[in-house]
Nanobody
């Protein structure tokens, strides 16, 4: 089963950018649908972005459309989340997740492997 490790989080001012990375080890990374989710204090975990196993399909939460971009490099077993024009409301712990098989979904319940999370803090 694939294992996931996120990196790239940190503190940034509003309007700034960050790029999160999620490195996968074990398993066959290219056959997994990958997603990014986030959880702010006192709130439920929510969908941010997802990318199909062949990178031919992506989807985004309405709140990040036009600002965030998800991509993947199967040769490097890595998925990325480029976050631009960050807002204080983007502050959360960001999690990378994997779902075995080609079915594309944005539901966190459908993802069976999760990273440990990386903190993103956007100051106003």
């Amino acid at each position: 089963q694939v294992q996931l490790v996120e990196s790239g989080g940190g503190l940034v001012q509003a309007g700034g950018s960050l790029r999160l990375s999620c490195a996968a080890s074990r398993g066959t990374f290219s056959i997994y649908t990958m997603g990014w989710f986030r959880q702010a204090p006192g709130k439920e975990r929510e969908f941010v972005a997802a990318i199909s196993w062949g990178a031919g399909r992506t989807d985004y939460a309405d709140s990040v459309k036009g600002r965030f971009t998800i991509s993947r490099d199967n040769a490097k077993n890595t998925v990325y989340l480029q976050m631009n024009s960050l807002k204080p409301e983007d502050t959360a712990v960001y999690y990378c997740a994997a779902r075995g098989g080609p079915m594309f979904t944005t539901s966190p319940d459908a993802y069976n492997t999760w990273g440990q999370g990386t903190q993103v803090t956007v100051s106003s």
